[in-house]
């Protein structure tokens, strides 16, 4: 069975520090990709980043950065000089590879990110 | 072409009521997806089309829920007869196959009184 769990419920900070965003998952294969989204207060959800299983190079996007570890099942977003725009809540995604895929998302329960200024 | 759009976005209903959403995916994108976010929670995968072909439904979609794509273009969701827990947002999305994210709609929120 497949399942993303994102510990972190809520989490406030204050605009300028840094925070980092759990994401765990779960998984029997070998092959699968990792996602992203973000979901302001309008409720669109906005794709951030993808990361195959054979890619466990970390990434930096501007101010975001993703940290992915196989050994842990660990695919950990931190944003740097957090701002007030960054306020949302933010998903972690598990979509399994192989020519059976359908593209169907399992996603984490979220974690609710507040940035105060 | 500005994305994945859905209509209504807000619906409130009574219980026992019928309701219909519809999703207009960017065109061209031949895979359709519809999720359900209830409050705090994740999307839930609910199904998915190929082109006009329903090819996966979660066990979710309950015999209440009937969604269709016809021609391929854009998408329906009916939920008969509602009940208070069908309450949530239903965002719609949409890709080609060899995409690995997808576009999201904003989603439509139902509120069943």
């Known amino acids: 069975a497949q399942k993303v769990t994102q510990a972190q419920t809520e989490i406030s900070v204050v605009e300028k520090e840094d925070v980092t965003l759990d994401c765990v998952y779960e998984t029997r294969d070998t092959t699968y990709y990792l996602f992203w989204y973000k979901q302001p207060p309008s409720g669109e959800l906005v794709f951030l980043i993808r990361r195959n299983s054979f890619d466990e190079q970390n990434e930096i996007s501007g101010r975001y950065s993703w940290n992915f570890q196989k050994s842990t099942s660990s695919f950990n977003f931190t944003i740097t000089a957090s701002q007030v725009v960054d306020s949302a809540v933010y998903f972690c995604?598990?979509?399994?590879?192989?020519?059976?895929?359908?593209?169907?998302?399992?996603f984490g329960q979220g974690t609710t990110l507040q940035v105060k200024p | 072409d500005t994305g994945v759009s859905q209509d209504p976005r807000h619906k409130i209903t009574k219980r026992g009521q019928n309701v219909t959403f519809r999703c207009d995916p960017i065109s061209e994108h031949n895979r359709l997806y519809w999720y359900r976010q209830t409050l705090g929670q994740g999307p839930e995968f609910l199904t998915y089309?190929?082109?006009?072909?329903?090819?996966?439904k979660s066990r979710l979609l309950s015999d209440r829920f009937s969604a269709e794509r016809p021609k391929g273009s854009f998408s329906t969701l009916e939920i008969q007869r509602t009940e208070q827990g069908d309450s949530a947002m239903y965002l719609c999305?949409?890709?080609?196959?060899?995409?690995?994210?997808?576009?999201f709609g904003s989603g439509t929120r139902l509120t069943v009184v």
């Open positions: 995604a598990l979509r399994k590879d192989g020519s059976s895929n359908t593209g169907k998302l399992i």
């Open positions: 089309f190929q082109n006009e072909a329903q090819l996966e």
């Open positions: 999305a949409s890709s080609f196959p060899e995409d690995y994210g997808y576009t």
